[in-house]
């Protein structure tokens, strides 16, 4: 294994300063970190990224990145396969690395799969979602794309899981088994403001299943709290980030920000006192280890594999009302928020540095690649 690629359609926006407004989601955020970390590993590293208008090849940070199809192209019920499909077996093939390495659940996947199959190379896919271990549940449009995923989720080297609980339902609906790889946060490179101005930060995509509509109800049981929200519309949802902004923007202790590029955001996390997540269905938020290397205990609806409550990261409410409660009691008693942002901070300095992810993969890789020739 000396060369890997990265399939992140979305990744440009965070490899390129002046595409920084471009959508951004946490996969994005984690394959951009982790690819760096191979380059600084000593490995060749690729990128293959949708094309936004850049040059078909250039190197950024050290990674050479190739641009696919330009998402809306082609003939309408034609550009399916032109040039969606052809543009990214183009730039798989150009890319011509050792390891491929896709994310989140859609016919990419299933792409990635048949393309390493054919070409004799290896293929990774990371699990983004707990939805994408559940038949029926998958976060994929149509019936053939979920048909296409899940032949590259049978179809690969190696299935990397963020949680003990990706794994198990893994298990339990396709018998597959994945190595539990732990995520990568970039360490914190601003001073820390010397006040904390923010009491309460919540950032994620605006999508029904993020619930940010739940964050009135909380600005509303909080009234002297401040409230700071970050996010933009996802594809299709402009209708509804709207609506649930403009509800936001009625309230006097919220501040809507809107979608604030990754490399502004981090100031968000230095300012703020807490970090809630409200989502329906999560995999491993990226937003935790952006909140507990800089030592913001977590408020979720969601704790993955109990890792809050185990480690003392933050605090697990059943409901809104408790959600209220438990940041009350927070924001009121500074010693208690000061212990578990120690324990957060320190929790994540130990296990999610960029170093020990790249050893890992490199591991599970290597050991699958043995199993095969034996």
Same mark, same amino acid.
């Given at each position: 294994?000396?060369?890997?690629?990265?399939?992140?359609?979305?990744?440009?926006?965070?490899?390129?300063?002046?595409?920084?407004?471009?959508?951004?989601?946490?996969?994005?955020?984690?394959?951009?970190?982790?690819?760096?970390?191979?380059?600084?590993?000593?490995?060749?590293?690729?990128?293959?990224?949708?094309?936004?208008? =850049?040059?078909?090849?250039?190197?950024?940070?050290?990674?050479?990145?190739?641009?696919?199809?330009?998402?809306?192209?082609?003939?309408?019920?034609?550009?399916?396969?032109?040039?969606?499909?052809?543009?990214?077996?183009?730039?798989?093939?150009?890319?011509?690395?050792?390891?491929?390495?896709?994310?989140?659940?859609?016919?990419?996947?299933?792409?990635?799969?048949?393309?390493?199959?054919?070409?004799?190379?290896?293929?990774?896919?990371?699990?983004?979602?707990?939805?994408?271990?559940?038949?029926?549940?998958?976060?994929?449009?149509?019936?053939?794309?979920?048909?296409?995923?899940?032949?590259?989720? &049978?179809?690969?080297?190696?299935?990397?899981?963020? %949680?003990?609980?990706?794994?198990?339902?893994?298990?339990?609906?396709?018998?597959?088994?994945?190595?539990?790889?732990?995520?990568?946060?970039?360490?914190?490179?601003?001073?820390?403001?010397? %006040?904390?101005?923010?009491?309460?930060?919540?950032?994620?995509?605006?999508?029904?299943?993020?619930?940010?509509?739940?964050?009135?109800?909380?600005?509303?049981?909080?009234?002297?709290?401040?409230? #700071?929200?970050?996010?933009?519309?996802?594809?299709?949802?402009?209708?509804?980030?709207? =609506?649930?902004?403009?509800?936001?923007?009625?309230?006097?202790?919220?501040?809507?920000?809107?979608?604030?590029?990754?490399?502004?955001?981090?100031?968000?996390?230095?300012?703020?006192?807490?970090?809630?997540?409200?989502?329906?269905?999560?995999?491993?938020?990226?937003?935790?280890?952006?909140?507990?290397?800089?030592?913001?205990?977590?408020?979720?609806?969601?704790?993955?594999?109990?890792?809050?409550?185990?480690?003392?990261?933050?605090?697990?409410?059943?409901?809104?009302?408790?959600? #209220?409660? %438990?940041?009350?009691?927070?924001?009121?008693?500074?010693?208690?928020?000061?212990?578990?942002?120690?324990?957060?901070?320190?929790?994540?300095?130990?296990?999610?540095?960029?170093?020990?992810?790249?050893?890992?993969?490199?591991?599970?890789?290597?050991?699958?690649?043995?199993?095969? &020739? %034996?």
């Amino acid at each position: 294994m000396r060369s890997i690629c990265f399939l992140g359609l979305d990744n440009y926006p965070l490899l390129n300063a002046d595409y920084a407004a471009g959508y951004i989601g946490g996969e994005s955020v984690q394959q951009t970190l982790l690819a760096r970390a191979f380059v600084a590993a000593g490995y060749d590293v690729s990128m293959i990224v949708k094309d936004c208008g =850049q040059s078909d090849e250039e190197v950024i940070d050290g990674i050479r990145v190739l641009k696919a199809f330009r998402p809306g192209h082609g003939i309408r019920g034609l550009r399916y396969v032109h040039p969606r499909t052809t543009q990214s077996l183009r730039a798989l093939w150009k890319a011509n690395a050792d390891v491929y390495y896709q994310s989140c659940a859609g016919m990419l996947t299933g792409l990635t799969a048949a393309f390493c199959r054919l070409a004799g190379k290896r293929f990774v896919f990371r699990v983004a979602s707990d939805a994408d271990c559940i038949p029926g549940q998958h976060l994929v449009d149509t019936w053939y794309d979920r048909k296409i995923y899940e032949f590259g989720l &049978r179809n690969n080297s190696l299935v990397a899981a963020q %949680t003990d609980k990706q794994r198990n339902l893994l298990i339990k609906h396709y018998g597959i088994v994945a190595n539990v790889i732990n995520m990568v946060v970039e360490p914190p490179a601003e001073r820390p403001p010397l %006040t904390k101005d923010i009491d309460v930060l919540w950032v994620n995509n605006f999508r029904p299943l993020k619930r940010p509509e739940l964050v009135a109800k909380l600005a509303i049981a909080l009234p002297t709290a401040r409230l #700071a929200v970050i996010g933009g519309p996802c594809p299709g949802a402009e209708r509804y980030y709207d =609506q649930v902004a403009d509800t936001l923007r009625s309230l006097p202790n919220v501040d809507v920000c809107g979608a604030v590029p990754y490399r502004e955001v981090n100031n968000y996390f230095s300012r703020a006192k807490l970090f809630i997540n409200t989502s329906e269905v999560e995999g491993f938020p990226n937003s935790f280890l952006q909140a507990w290397i800089r030592g913001l205990p977590v408020v979720s609806f969601f704790d993955p594999d109990s890792l809050i409550e185990r480690e003392n990261l933050g605090t697990v409410p059943e409901t809104v009302d408790e959600m #209220a409660r %438990t940041i009350k009691d927070l924001l009121g008693f500074p010693e208690r928020l000061a212990s578990k942002a120690a324990c957060a901070r320190a929790y994540a300095e130990q296990h999610f540095t960029p170093d020990a992810a790249v050893h890992r993969y490199i591991e599970a890789v290597q050991a699958g690649a043995h199993r095969s &020739r %034996t």
